[in-house]
């Protein structure tokens, strides 16, 4: 037997055990195996190196590898108790990443059997080591083990998206190989994975927009739990600037009750967003096709994006940001300190905000995009500024709408309120009852992608909206989604009107909530763009109060929301025949997107 094949098959071990189901994928469990070989060479290989070292370096690698190990399960652990996921290199990576936030998991789940389980593997894992250093006199092939060993690193190295599906010595092999290439060529893959929109001319023709044009903010909410806000029921008083703004402007309110978000990873959710296309859409029409500040800036408005959080990450500067904006701010173009899952401190970000909106207005009607970090998971908020103790995403929410309360002062106190349209929308909820018992990146329910949207029109574009303003209020009772953000936007603006701008939004996936909504049409919500091919847990479609979910672990599942709100009853348990007529026209309307979409139908399991 080889040396130290127990180590592997530890981390084997806990690898399956915390994985919900067993994906029957025959490439994911190619890539899977791959992966238990490779550790299994790279333990033999260690093996290998500490028994040709002096007795002080074989004892300093023996007890190094045995804490390491012992670290990954701890990690593993505690993400499983939080997340309710199985063992990932997104784990690890998340944990080297934000180290602060992940140490709060791992401190906030930890307890007595934690502590064991660490001093049981570590004398596990050093113990058989010795062991066999010390009665294992049979040769080892040093020098072939390294050569398998740097062959593997290599091989599993250029496979970026399968690092979900590894065994946890393997992701961190891979992961270590990752930063080692990314801080040599540095820059690189982002350069490569630049979008490149259409030139102004061809998104608009008509006249730049006068200077009585209506302004629009656009506030990008992150990871708001809609049972945290009181503005939309939660019973703890979260919310109380914008409820106290809803009830003094209520001609001006809209306050959107059934809408979702079409992905729960902000990578994915945020181009849907801003682009107004599903995520199941090419990867060439999300570079291709204009933001929301492209329209906005082909028809002459200045436009600004100010974010709290950090747009290195996932290649969201190559994305998102170009010529078409005026002014960015965001982490890497700050001198702030990170407070929040790689963010800033929102103070900061709404101070940046209100100074932009004043440079614009001297100059003319502007679109600013602004972005929070402060409820992004588990959240933050200053110490001066929370009112529950030990309540911290309460808290986050709260510090969140006080600063939007300033933003609203602010634009009173300029005079810049009579004709500034606000739009708020929350790339995604989040589960913080675990009720499904599922990473947020991992689900289709309600709890992660339901979320806030509102907006506040003030009367001055509402009398320029006409009818419009009508069927806004009327869609609101309507189920929605984030990718009808942009068509909205357009529609408020008035650019619709151009036929330019009119040829790109009929190829929009969004609609204006200005304008009649097709009737029980199909949202799709999915998570698994180019970035994240790895990802395939599945997607869901909604239409009205119907819910499909397909996930790669259980196969499909259909809910009725309007009796079943937190979806406790999968109404394809029972069969398709038990469906209702209504039942059954959503699965042939669903089959048939399906069919008719590459994205989905190369993610679509059956049991």
Known sequence: MLPLLPITLLAVAVDLWLRPTLDLRLMQWAWWGLSVAFSLVMWQGLFALSSRLRPRWQAALVLGGGVVVAALAMVWLNFHAVFYCWPTAYALVHSAAQPREAWGYIRNEADWGDAVVFVVVVVFVVGWWCYKLRSGRQPVPGRMLAALCLAGVVALGAVHRHASIMVPDAAAAKLALDWAVHSLVGGVHGRLSQASRPAA???????????????????????????????????????????????????????????VSNATATKVALPAMLTGLFPSRAPVEQHTFPLLWHYAHAAGYQTALISAQSYAWNNLEGFFIDDALDYVFTLERSDAEIVNAEGMDDRRMMAETLATIDRFAVRGPFVVALQFNCTHYPGYAPPDWQAWPDVRYDNAMAYMDHLLGQLFDHLGATGLAANTVVLFAADHGEDLDRIHKLHRTDSYYQTAIATPFFAVVPERPRQRLGAGWEQLRQNARERVALTDLVPTALDLLGLSADSLVAAWQQRLDGQSLLRPLVPDRLIVVVNTDEHVQW?????????????????????????????????????????????????????????????????????????
């Open 201 to 259: 001319p061809a998104i608009y023709s008509g006249a730049p927009v006068a200077a009585s044009a209506p302004n629009l903010i656009v506030v990008l909410g992150e990871s708001v739990a809609l049972s945290r806000m009181a503005l939309y029921g939660y019973e703890r008083p979260t919310t109380p600037r914008l409820a106290a703004l809803r009830q003094a402007r209520p001609a001006d309110w809209v306050q959107m009750e059934k809408a």
């Open 535 to 607: 990802s395939r847990k599945g997607y869901a479609v909604v239409a009205d109060d119907w819910k499909y979910i397909n996930y790669s672990w259980r196969g499909s599942m259909l809910f009725d929301l309007a009796t079943d709100a937190l979806e406790q009853r999968d109404l394809l348990a029972k069969g398709e025949s038990a469906l209702s007529r209504a039942g059954q026209r959503h699965l042939r309307r669903v089959r048939a997107l399906v069919a008719a979409t590459p994205a989905l139908a190369d993610i679509h399991v059956e049991y």
